[in-house]
């Protein structure tokens, strides 16, 4: 019995000893799922999140693109160096379907893939030949780098023997968005998102942006908006597409080509054009002829001595022909949207977008209040209703909330890059447009 007794006794501490054996293991694959989880929690939160190593390895990688991106345009800068070019420009952007186009002394087209095309002879902005594209659909383009740039004389500083003041540009990278003292980044090649595209810039530094070279035409375009096509043509010796409201001039721009966010040209990038073209790269200070015969509205009108540069390579139509709508349009203002189915280009509560720039305005005086530095209004606004060169110059008003710019061939001496006037929005037979590619 006292033999039995032991054997029991010692079978219950065994089982005792195993269930707390087998408890301290299960409490301890509690702490070690529990550890794992706070392991993997600390894990996860190190890998993502804002300052994650996913997440930093991504910006790294982003870094390392753009830095490489900017080596290469560094190292193509360096080429148009070697080649003459000693301006800075940024090199163009291309797409598949665009092809390098330059003019020989004889002013014979050479497109690039023919025998004679020569790579170094495409641009050279020290030369005042600005960079030119032919896309697929036979249409011409031209490059404007980013640049900064200094007014020299102002409206109060100039000379009373002169009608203009001058203008200093340095070209830049996309990288540096700091400008020099003294000067300003041009607004339309700012990243401009945080600001609510309020300057006229974009949603990312951009290293520039292509022009159409011609105001805008349609296939085979004989009169007005007659034509055999509604096809864009942006080429030389036809009439000008016209008799079209601000708002289809913005949706005609705006579907002629997605892939390269084509849109009418903003007031931003028009002085952007504008500055450019009275610069050292451009006229050197001269004024753009008006092409005053023009009553047909041909683009291209007057030749070379009419365009931005004063030879084959530069923008032409500044001066004369149609006068041009812009993306620009007026917060303040009765019913001249609706009217002018300008609306469908405004944005949420008639905000700035990327592709149009909200102005408020309730005088036609040109000021800082009511117009936008680099959009070449009142920075060359100099009296009355005058800018430099006699350019006409008024702003927006509630009655008349867009803009229109250049002049038409019959306003003489008044037309001019510099021109700016208000508009309604309406179709009329001598108002025109442009487009802007950005890549």
Known sequence: MKNLKKKDSKRNSEFLKNKKEKGITLIALVITIIVLIILAGVTIATLTGDNGILTKASKAKEETEEAKEDELQHLDILENYINGDTSGANPPKLTEDMKKVYWDSDGNEIVEGS??????????????????????DGNYWVWIPRYEYKIIQSKDTIPSDSNCGKIEINFISESCTVANTGYNIHPAFINDSENDFSHGGWDKEISGFWVGKYETSRKNATDLMEGNSSEIKIVSGVQSYRNITIGDCYSTAFSYDRSKESHLIKNSEWGAVA???????GRKGEEIP???SNISYLTGYGGEITSSTGNMYGIYDLSGGAWEYVAAFNSI???SYEEANGISFSGVNKNSTKYATKYNSETNIPSSENCKIGDATYEVYINSNRAWFNDYSYCLNKDYPFFRRGGKYSSGSAAGVFYSNHASGRAFEDYSFRIVLTI
């Open 275 to 281: 500055y450019l073209s009275h610069s050292n790269y």
């Open 115 to 136: 025998e004679t095309f020569d790579q170094a002879n495409w641009y050279n902005y020290s030369e005042n030949r600005w960079a030119n594209v032919k896309t697929s």
């Open 333 to 335: 203002d009765s019913n």
């Open 290 to 292: 008006t092409s005053e």
